[in-house]
């Protein structure tokens, strides 16, 4: 096989959440980027999707709280919202003397497929251009709260955010472990995962220092635990889903 | 502001939907792609997805009618179904003594999010390769008979389908208008469209000597009646969000 080009560049990319002070992300490259990203593949070049940017310290310390204070968000040169839209594309449909049917439970899952890709778009040329940022799973979670700071009407949701900036000191932390790819690829159908299966996908993860301190400082028995009672518990993904189902409805969908 | 490295290739790569039937994607390369896509961004490193590959020619000619007979399903190199998958994070957990609790909407959105950007990440490292692809809507809309045919269990759900191979003579077709950044980009909130937003965002697209003749070719007035009436209709937006609602409360979310 020849060699990939660009293997290593995708292999070792990582998340950045500390960001140069002195070296802000200007207005012009943001433009630049978003508008290069926005080639990214979209349903039917629908582009269901618009992004809010955050520079104003004001705004910044109205969402910080909504991020659980992560430190990344006043740290940041921008944050970006990247909500699923289908209000821009009905308004041109109301425009055009078309009728809109986009009030529906799939019409927001396209969207979401369509701001995922492009986020992600943004972040890998951001990347190749040595800017750095990280993903807040947090949107979700106070969805509505971020929602009515960012003034989002009907048929607007948000579902990715985004901080960025430079790197502090023009390096990038390590990449991070990830899965065999031969744990997580399946030839024509699914095949399911047996005991044996299962170690050998998760042995070396639950092996790294890294993890095995993870266990450690949560007092638990395995890593599994840690991300079943620590990070992602039942409880709370539940009410997150109470949460994000009824602002999907709020917003129309 | 220093010119984007990059920005020309994100700006004019595009989709491909006919590929060369002598060179293929080898089962090397696709892993390399794979692994190397596995390192984009996913929610607190736990990969919650799953990609079947398809050249079977049976399997093949068994998806081909779910995916509406589009020719880009059997002339392909490999199809990759992309599926939110939390069977296998949850088999872990249960190996490890740890009591998962992702049987709700919110996993499901998270592992959507996660297979999206794994899924785009993919689809650029394949592009900086010379390997096209095509994103295949038609996943979402039968996504339960696609389901049976790959014998997704449960906590598996079919979300993002791609055709993959290279191009039939070495070169990608143009790239797709977009509208303009300005058009999806907002300050600090989001700022509602007026009518002259809407024209200066749209217009553009609308004078496209291709839009003119794709609303001549479909009996309408307006390219917007084009997508409400033809392309994206309420009544079947309707149907396909009940139909892959039922499937994602069927797989256990």
């Given at each position: 096989m020849e060699e990939l080009k660009y293997?290593?560049?995708?292999?070792?990319?990582?998340?950045?959440?500390?960001?140069s002070a002195t070296k802000e992300v200007s207005d012009e490259t943001?433009?630049?980027?978003?508008?290069?990203?926005?080639?990214?593949?979209?349903?039917?070049?629908?582009?269901l999707?618009?992004?809010?940017?955050?520079?104003?310290?004001?705004?910044?310390?109205?969402?910080?709280?909504?991020?659980?204070?992560?430190?990344?968000?006043?740290?940041?040169?921008?944050?970006?919202?990247?909500?699923?839209?289908?209000?821009?594309f009905e308004r041109w449909c109301e425009e055009?003397?078309?009728?809109?049917?986009?009030?529906?439970?799939?019409?927001?899952?396209?969207?979401?497929?369509?701001?995922?890709?492009?986020?992600?778009?943004?972040?890998?040329?951001?990347?190749?251009?040595?800017?750095?940022?990280?993903?807040?799973?947090?949107?979700?979670y106070n969805a509505?709260?971020?929602a009515e700071v960012l003034e989002l009407p009907e048929r607007?949701?948000?579902?990715?955010?985004?901080?960025?900036?430079?790197p502090e000191d023009g390096v990038f932390p390590a990449a991070s472990d990830r899965l065999p790819v031969q744990g997580i690829l399946h030839e024509e159908v699914y095949h399911p995962y047996k005991s044996s299966d299962i170690d050998d996908i998760y042995g070396p993860k639950e092996e790294l220092e890294e993890s095995r301190r993870f266990v450690e400082e949560n007092g638990k028995e395995t890593l599994a635990q840690v991300f079943?009672?620590?990070?992602?518990?039942?409880?709370?993904?539940?009410?997150?889903s109470e949460s994000f189902s009824r602002l999907i409805k709020k917003k129309g969908f």
């Amino acid at each position: 096989m020849e060699e990939l080009k660009y293997f290593d560049f995708f292999r070792n990319r990582s998340t950045l959440r500390k960001y140069s002070a002195t070296k802000e992300v200007s207005d012009e490259t943001l433009s630049a980027l978003l508008e290069a990203a926005s080639h990214a593949p979209t349903t039917g070049n629908m582009q269901l999707y618009s992004v809010v940017a955050t520079r104003d310290p004001k705004m910044k310390e109205r969402l910080a709280p909504l991020h659980f204070n992560q430190p990344t968000v006043k740290g940041c040169s921008v944050m970006l919202t990247f909500c699923a839209d289908l209000n821009r594309f009905e308004r041109w449909c109301e425009e055009r003397n078309a009728k809109p049917g986009f009030d529906n439970f799939h019409s927001f899952i396209t969207a979401l497929i369509d701001t995922s890709l492009f986020a992600q778009q943004f972040v890998t040329l951001a990347e190749l251009n040595g800017i750095g940022s990280c993903y807040l799973g947090t949107v979700t979670y106070n969805a509505e709260a971020i929602a009515e700071v960012l003034e989002l009407p009907e048929r607007v949701v948000p579902v990715i955010c985004l901080t960025v900036g430079y790197p502090e000191d023009g390096v990038f932390p390590a990449a991070s472990d990830r899965l065999p790819v031969q744990g997580i690829l399946h030839e024509e159908v699914y095949h399911p995962y047996k005991s044996s299966d299962i170690d050998d996908i998760y042995g070396p993860k639950e092996e790294l220092e890294e993890s095995r301190r993870f266990v450690e400082e949560n007092g638990k028995e395995t890593l599994a635990q840690v991300f079943t009672d620590v990070r992602y518990p039942g409880k709370m993904n539940k009410e997150v889903s109470e949460s994000f189902s009824r602002l999907i409805k709020k917003k129309g969908f």
